[in-house]
Structures are given as structure tokens and as C-alpha cells.
């Protein structure tokens, strides 16, 4: 076949074509420091990237989740404590008035302080965060007490949320648990009725106290055991998102120094081709009219 000067120019075009395209190539990875730009520059890195974008995008979402869960978690945590705090002073108050030698009067003081305790109280009973209350189940949007402590709507339902896949924590606790559904105070007016009253058994309600304190230390009891099973789901959730990290940084990141070897390589054989092909393409009669 005779090789004609149309067929070395067009060759030696289509190949300086093809150079500069590979060239263009490493110096788009270099810039943005991916393998790939687009999805047609490789279909599989491309499939396999958004499949691990998904599973970080998830991992990130349950983090988020957590940070839900905390406030919840830190939030009753604090009530709680309050809680006991304030049971801690009625007993002390109990033990007080138990004593013979207090008189009538003094047992009117005891029972004033006890009645601030017992509104104290009922505040804790309808703590609301972020306008949710959080002693009162999936009812969020209700107080589960009135001003006296009779219960209004009370819902015992788990508030849930999904903190790993498959994994779902109850995030709240019950009033039935705390404060019995409202049976916490009436032992209170009971206890408050026999101070102003001076008559009844006070270290009966010395006892009931005892009993409210147990269960509310036993619901935080609880809700510690919740605490720390969260700590270990999050320290999964960070190790997840620093495998999932590294493997899309594998995935789709350019090895630099690979990357400026195979640029200077395409350099050296581009130069080679341009030096050949002005060598080999004949001298046209435009060249020697000059």
C-alpha cells in the first residue's frame, strides 16, 4: 500500500490529538486531585463511589441521630438528679417532723417548705426541651401534669430513635416510672396534710418517700445503662465513618506522585512525537518558496 503525505499528516495529527488529550487528562487529576471526573471516564469507580458516598452519608445521618439522642439522654439525666435532690430534702424533712418534741408550729413551717418542694417537683415532672416534654411519652406537645400534679394526658410510650442500622434506642422516661402517674404527689399531700393537721403516722410517709426515692433512682439507673450502650454505638459509628473515608479516598484520590510521572512520561513522548513528525513529513513547495 503506498503511504501518502495526506496519511503521515493525518496520522501524525490524530496521535499528537490523542497526547494532548492524555496529557489533559493527568493535568485534570492533578487539579482536583480525583481519578475521575465524570462517570464516563470510569464507569466502575464512578458506581462504586456513590455507593460508598451513600453508606458515609448514612453514618453522618446517625451521628446526627445521636446528637438527638444525647440531648434527651443529658437532659432527663439532669431532671432526674433534681428529682432526687428534692425527694433528698423531703426526707430530711420528714425525719425532722417525726421527731415528739416538734411542736404544731413547727411542723407548719416544715409542711410550707414541703409544699414548695412538691411544686418544684411537678416543674420537673413538665421539663420541656426544645418545647417537648419529655416525661410524657410520644405525647411531646402536653404537659402530663397540671399545677397541682393530677395527671393530665399521660402517655408511657417509648419515644424511639434509630441511632445504627438495626439499632433503635428508647431515648425517654416514663412518668409511671418517676413520679407513678401522679401517685408521687398524692403521697406528698398526704405527707403535707398530716404536718399542718399535726396528726398521723409520719414515719409512714418517711417510708412512701423512701420508696419515691428507690424508683426514681432506679429509672436513672436505667437511663445510665442507655447512656453507656449509646457511647459504645458511637464509638462504632466513628470507626465506620473512618472506614468508609478510606475507602472512597482510595476509591476515587490520585496517587500524586504516580500521577506527575505518568504527566512527565505523556511530556517526554509528546515531545518525541513532534520532533519525529517534523522529521518525517516532507518539505512542501511552500517551504522552499519562503
Do not use: C
Request: charged share 25%; net charge negative; proline share 2%.
Amino acid at each position: 500500500m503506498r503511504v501518502t503525505q495526506n496519511m503521515l499528516s493525518t496520522n501524525m495529527l490524530k496521535n499528537l490529538s490523542n497526547s494532548y488529550s492524555e496529557m489533559g487528562k493527568y493535568m485534570e487529576q492533578l487539579n482536583t486531585g480525583k481519578k475521575i471526573n465524570k462517570p464516563s471516564d470510569d464507569p466502575v469507580v464512578a458506581m462504586n463511589g456513590m455507593g460508598y458516598r451513600s453508606e458515609l452519608a448514612q453514618v453522618e445521618q446517625f451521628k446526627r441521630n445521636t446528637n438527638e439522642v444525647h440531648n434527651w439522654f443529658d437532659n432527663t439525666d439532669a431532671a432526674l438528679d433534681q428529682a432526687t435532690q428534692a425527694m433528698q430534702r423531703l426526707r430530711e424533712l420528714a425525719v425532722q417532723a417525726s421527731n415528739d418534741t416538734y411542736d404544731a408550729s413547727e411542723r407548719q413551717n416544715i409542711a410550707a417548705e414541703a409544699k414548695q418542694i412538691k411544686l418544684d417537683l411537678i416543674d420537673i415532672a413538665n421539663t420541656q426541651v426544645n418545647d417537648k416534654y419529655i416525661f410524657n411519652g410520644t405525647n411531646t406537645n402536653e404537659a402530663p401534669f397540671d399545677g397541682n400534679g393530677d395527671p393530665i394526658n399521660i402517655m408511657n410510650s417509648n419515644v424511639e430513635i434509630e441511632v445504627a442500622k438495626g439499632t433503635v434506642l428508647n431515648v425517654n422516661v416514663s412518668a409511671e416510672a418517676v413520679f407513678g402517674s401522679g401517685a408521687l404527689f398524692d403521697r406528698i399531700d398526704n405527707f403535707i396534710t398530716k404536718l399542718e393537721t399535726n396528726t398521723g403516722d409520719i414515719a409512714a410517709s418517711l417510708g412512701e418517700i423512701d420508696d419515691d426515692i428507690d424508683n426514681i433512682i432506679n429509672a436513672r439507673a436505667d437511663l445510665g445503662a442507655r447512656m453507656n450502650r449509646l457511647e459504645l454505638v458511637e464509638n462504632r459509628l466513628d470507626q465506620q465513618e473512618v472506614i468508609a473515608t478510606q475507602t472512597m479516598s482510595k476509591n476515587e484520590d490520585i496517587d500524586y506522585a504516580k500521577v506527575i510521572t505518568q504527566l512527565i512520561t505523556q511530556e517526554s513522548i509528546h515531545r518525541a512525537a513532534l520532533s519525529s513528525g517534523s522529521r518525517i513529513i516532507q518539505p512542501t513547495l511552500v517551504d522552499f518558496l519562503r
